[in-house]
Nanobody
Framework: VQLQASGGGLVQAGGSLSLSCAFF????????MGWFRQAPGKERECVAA????????YYLDSVKDRFTISRDNAKNIVYLQMNSLKPEDTAVYFC????????????????????WGQGTQVTVSS
Protein backbone atom coordinates (compact mmCIF):
# COMPACT_ATOMS: atom_id res chain seq x y z
CA VAL A 1 0.00 0.00 0.00
CA GLN A 2 1.18 3.49 -0.85
CA LEU A 3 -0.40 6.77 0.19
CA GLN A 4 0.23 10.10 -1.48
CA ALA A 5 -1.00 13.21 0.32
CA SER A 6 -1.33 16.63 -1.27
CA GLY A 7 -2.98 19.99 -0.76
CA GLY A 8 -1.20 21.63 2.14
CA GLY A 9 -0.07 25.21 2.13
CA LEU A 10 -0.18 28.60 3.81
CA VAL A 11 -3.50 30.23 4.60
CA GLN A 12 -4.71 33.07 6.77
CA ALA A 13 -6.81 32.40 9.84
CA GLY A 14 -10.42 31.86 8.85
CA GLY A 15 -9.47 30.47 5.49
CA SER A 16 -9.89 27.00 4.00
CA LEU A 17 -7.71 24.24 2.63
CA SER A 18 -8.51 20.88 1.14
CA LEU A 19 -6.21 17.88 1.54
CA SER A 20 -6.29 14.79 -0.64
CA CYS A 21 -4.71 11.38 -0.18
CA ALA A 22 -4.47 8.94 -3.05
CA PHE A 23 -4.35 5.24 -2.16
CA PHE A 24 -2.51 2.65 -4.21
CA UNK A 25 -1.86 -1.06 -4.06
CA UNK A 26 -4.84 -2.83 -2.48
CA UNK A 27 -8.65 -2.60 -2.62
CA UNK A 28 -9.28 0.83 -1.13
CA UNK A 29 -12.67 -0.06 0.32
CA UNK A 30 -11.02 -2.67 2.57
CA UNK A 31 -9.30 0.10 4.53
CA UNK A 32 -10.22 2.53 7.27
CA MET A 33 -8.64 5.91 6.54
CA GLY A 34 -7.48 8.57 8.94
CA TRP A 35 -6.00 12.05 8.90
CA PHE A 36 -3.46 12.85 11.61
CA ARG A 37 -1.44 15.93 12.40
CA GLN A 38 1.72 16.63 14.29
CA ALA A 39 2.85 20.06 15.42
CA PRO A 40 6.43 20.71 16.61
CA GLY A 41 6.96 19.33 20.10
CA LYS A 42 3.55 17.67 20.18
CA GLU A 43 2.33 14.13 19.74
CA ARG A 44 0.66 12.99 16.57
CA GLU A 45 -3.12 13.18 16.91
CA CYS A 46 -6.01 11.91 14.85
CA VAL A 47 -8.09 14.79 13.56
CA ALA A 48 -10.53 12.67 11.56
CA ALA A 49 -11.16 9.10 10.49
CA UNK A 50 -13.65 7.37 8.21
CA UNK A 51 -14.78 3.78 7.97
CA UNK A 52 -14.61 1.62 4.88
CA UNK A 53 -17.96 2.66 3.42
CA UNK A 54 -17.75 6.31 4.43
CA UNK A 55 -20.85 6.08 6.59
CA UNK A 56 -19.10 6.53 9.93
CA UNK A 57 -16.71 9.29 10.81
CA TYR A 58 -14.74 10.49 13.82
CA TYR A 59 -13.50 14.01 14.55
CA LEU A 60 -11.20 15.45 17.17
CA ASP A 61 -13.31 17.79 19.32
CA SER A 62 -11.29 20.84 18.36
CA VAL A 63 -12.03 20.39 14.64
CA LYS A 64 -15.68 19.36 14.80
CA ASP A 65 -17.91 21.54 12.63
CA ARG A 66 -14.82 22.91 10.83
CA PHE A 67 -13.25 19.84 9.19
CA THR A 68 -14.94 17.23 7.01
CA ILE A 69 -13.47 13.89 6.05
CA SER A 70 -14.85 12.05 3.03
CA ARG A 71 -13.79 9.29 0.68
CA ASP A 72 -14.42 8.35 -2.93
CA ASN A 73 -14.15 4.59 -3.16
CA ALA A 74 -14.33 4.71 -6.95
CA LYS A 75 -11.29 7.03 -7.18
CA ASN A 76 -9.35 5.60 -4.21
CA ILE A 77 -9.03 9.01 -2.56
CA VAL A 78 -9.73 10.31 0.91
CA TYR A 79 -10.25 14.04 1.48
CA LEU A 80 -10.04 16.43 4.38
CA GLN A 81 -11.84 19.71 3.90
CA MET A 82 -10.65 22.24 6.46
CA ASN A 83 -12.65 25.42 7.01
CA SER A 84 -12.38 28.27 9.51
CA LEU A 85 -8.74 27.42 10.03
CA LYS A 86 -6.99 28.63 13.17
CA PRO A 87 -3.29 29.16 13.90
CA GLU A 88 -3.44 26.17 16.24
CA ASP A 89 -4.27 23.97 13.24
CA THR A 90 -0.72 24.53 11.99
CA ALA A 91 0.99 21.14 11.70
CA VAL A 92 2.19 18.49 9.31
CA TYR A 93 -0.83 16.48 8.22
CA PHE A 94 -0.59 12.78 7.43
CA CYS A 95 -3.04 10.35 5.92
CA UNK A 96 -3.04 6.77 7.18
CA UNK A 97 -4.67 3.46 6.32
CA UNK A 98 -5.59 0.32 8.20
CA UNK A 99 -7.13 -2.77 6.66
CA UNK A 100 -10.05 -4.40 8.45
CA UNK A 101 -12.75 -6.96 7.65
CA UNK A 102 -15.24 -4.95 9.69
CA UNK A 103 -17.23 -2.44 7.66
CA UNK A 104 -18.24 -0.30 10.64
CA UNK A 105 -14.86 -0.24 12.34
CA UNK A 106 -12.98 3.02 12.82
CA UNK A 107 -9.57 3.71 14.37
CA UNK A 108 -8.40 6.79 16.25
CA UNK A 109 -4.92 5.93 17.50
CA UNK A 110 -1.77 6.27 15.41
CA UNK A 111 -0.49 2.84 16.48
CA UNK A 112 -3.61 1.25 15.01
CA UNK A 113 -2.67 2.29 11.48
CA UNK A 114 -0.34 0.30 9.24
CA UNK A 115 0.39 2.64 6.32
CA TRP A 116 1.25 6.31 6.24
CA GLY A 117 1.57 9.01 3.63
CA GLN A 118 4.51 11.39 3.49
CA GLY A 119 2.89 14.35 5.26
CA THR A 120 1.92 17.75 3.99
CA GLN A 121 2.52 21.05 5.80
CA VAL A 122 -0.43 23.22 6.76
CA THR A 123 0.41 26.66 8.10
CA VAL A 124 -2.25 29.05 9.33
CA SER A 125 -1.15 32.62 9.92
CA SER A 126 -2.87 34.90 12.40
Amino acid sequence: VQLQASGGGLVQAGGSLSLSCAFFGRPFNDYVMGWFRQAPGKERECVAAINRSGGTTYYLDSVKDRFTISRDNAKNIVYLQMNSLKPEDTAVYFCAARGTPYVRKIYKMSNEYDYWGQGTQVTVSS
